[in-house]
């Protein structure tokens, strides 16, 4: 395999070489092997937020926080970087679902994506639909069943198959301002 290990299985990963190059910045910043949620958010140029923001960034944070100590070790920060940029629509779907599951039951009910898209706007700025419009219309689309939540399966079923919300939900989680600042700190 060479240049080209996996660090993530079941998915085009970081190659060797850039993984290590990754792996020494880490630790360089982060001499513990450990990021804080108070780095991660100086990393990304993200302090004095808005409340909203603020638990919008916490969440991305807890997410990619996959073993749940409090902290984002190399190998979480390295798979999230993996995800971001070479992660199949598949795999950032239920990313995405687990982001907008807020209370971690499995399912997303329209409050859950309400408050989340009330965070993006409030961290990204004015988006094409105000959050109440967004919600209504994922919900007109992708629950299938009409109960009012969206289970991992209709929510990746119903967005890959609607291009125009795939659309919406991609740019409403455009990490590509965090990927740049990421670059720029791995030269």
Known sequence: MGNSESVAGGQTAVPAKETYVWYRKFMKEYPSGLQTLHEFKTLLG????????????????NTFDMNKDGFIDFLEFIAAINLVIRGKMEQKLKWYFKLYDADGNGSIDKKELLNIFMAVQALNGQQ???????????????????????????????????????????????FSNVLKVLYNEKQ
């Open 46 to 61: 993200l302090q004095g937020l808005n409340p909203k923001a603020s638990q919008h960034v916490d969440q991305v944070y």
């Open 128 to 174: 094409t639909l105000s959050p109440e419009e967004f919600t209504d219309l994922v919900f007109h689309k992708i629950d299938i069943n009409n109960d009012g939540e969206l289970t991992l399966e209709e929510f990746i079923n119903g967005t890959e198959k609607d291009q125009d919300l795939l659309e919406i939900v991609s740019k409403s989680f455009d």
